[in-house]
């Protein structure tokens, strides 16, 4: 099961390509899937793919072109625009990864397959509702320790597989300017899966997560042009999946695989960016700590909708930005259904 | 801070000492400490303590000497009786190990100073209300991420620092039986805190904690000679700690550092023990997990006797054992008090 490969069943959504290196020094890992490529800047330039890919590529003209006015959603001059990959994909699971993570090598000094990592963590199952010592019980040479209660060993079904980053960790703003040189040197070899009821960080960097479960509440949010925040994007996709997660029974994982992250972005030009978000998120973290979904919430969809409404209602007297972001939510669950119909043959959480 | 050996502040807490090379081999980094050892077995055999160490020894003669009828609440002939050495200390940090546990190797092959670790653990806050990726952001090299809240970067004290096993993993009877040859050879490289709302197994293997902030919840409560059920000493106490913890604003550490734990215990002679506890915890789980402590909550002491009282209310119709582990949590706050009277010059947390 561990090592199955998903060659149909997965997509690579990649937000953009500036670096000609990137997809060669991945070919031995992504070449057998397909690639979904969603050009987040201007449409008039060419991306160059080396050959022997297999892929799809969007720019800014073909999202307005099949989305119509629900294109307004989906962010511009951002990678957030990713997530218009994630609506188009017609697999089960989703593997994104961002143009400057490179293959990381783990301490024996071996290339790190990330997806085959990820695809286990996928494939097997999550334990939000009570913590293991030994962190994945279902990893071999660990199981469940010595007093986790027996009714909850099958687990949950994982919706989400978090990897990190070894050198250039993610910091945000203030902490890269702090810490200019830091660098993530340590290689923790672990996965776990994130309790209920807790919130966590999302990085979208090295992120991969099972469509079918989850995919709708992947929202990547309204960041870069006409916005007045950036590099929340991941975040807020990470919170709303979470609250949903939890709502759902379905389960999130962090640790392993690691990528090599090769550059840090420019800390000055990040603090525009962030600035607004480190003054929201105190508002955003409660308001998503506090929050409870109603017994009607049987599916991603209905949860996400509900989700909007409270958006709108609680966080719009932090920043009239709520409000827009509040109906973008709507107008993106509208795209994901236009594009994902229920009753089409690959079976949606949402249609179930 | 964190290379403080903290020589006059911690106690080492030893259920006994059946093994002669144990202290020995701790011998370069327990030396220089204070040994408290409780004799769980018969008090006319002798205990030998290499020459070097600094110790006081307590046998069941002397506990029911020191507690009079408050004694009952000690196990007897089980290594749950430590939490009476917990309880005559004067220092603000407890190690407590056991006697099957040596000397673990890092990666490189170097001895690992567990004490130092644990010292580590303790003194740097813990971050119960959010998960940072990179787990403990206090550790050199870390920090935290992107999206973390800056009003959650202080963090709250640490209260407890569980640490791991190599070799024999701490595996319920079943799983032993299933697994009999499993070891854990997994270094994981990494502490994290457990979030708030989240139960976790505690191991009395290799514990450290701050009597000042939690000491009156350590209580292992009654097993061994005359009860119903072993091996869940530990346990029990874990889980009221964890809910004392979250509802008071400290925090509970888990992962380094690793002790090698030798040799495994009779997975018969543990199924024997265990199997009480294997129905009752499907019980004690929800248990803990939907309470709620009153505001007057204010010590551990008022948490630890109000959980008595729930205790013997809803866990009271599982079984009648819970009557009696009720009585006995409430004579163990007593002894306590007794030992450790709030108007002593050692701060204690009841006393504030």
Redesign the interface.
Known sequence: MASAALKDELDIVIPTIRNLDFLEMWRPFFEQYHLIIVQDGDPSKTIKVPDGFDYELYNRNDINKILGPRSSCISFKDSACRCFGYMVSKKKYIYTIDDDCFVAKD?SGKDINALEQHIKNLLCPSTPN??????DPFRE????????????REGVPTAVS?G?WLNI????AP?QLV?PL?????????VLT??????????GMNLAFDRELIGPAMYFGLMGDGQPIG??D??WA?WCCKVICDHLGLGIK?GLPYIYHSKASNPFVNLKK?YLG?FW??EI?PFFQSHNFSKDCTTVQKCYVELSKQVKEKLGKVDPYFLKLADAMVTWIEAWDMLNPPNKDSANASSK
């Open positions: 301490p009570f913590f293991n010592t030994l962190y040479g660990a199981d469940y320790v010595r007093g986790y209660p027996f009714s909850l978090h990190l960790p993610d910091y945000d902490t810490k830091e660098r993530n040197t340590r290689y923790v070899d672990m994130i309790p209920k009821g807790t919130l966590f960080p999302m990085c590099r929340y991941d975040m990470g962090t962030e480190i998120q105190e973290i």
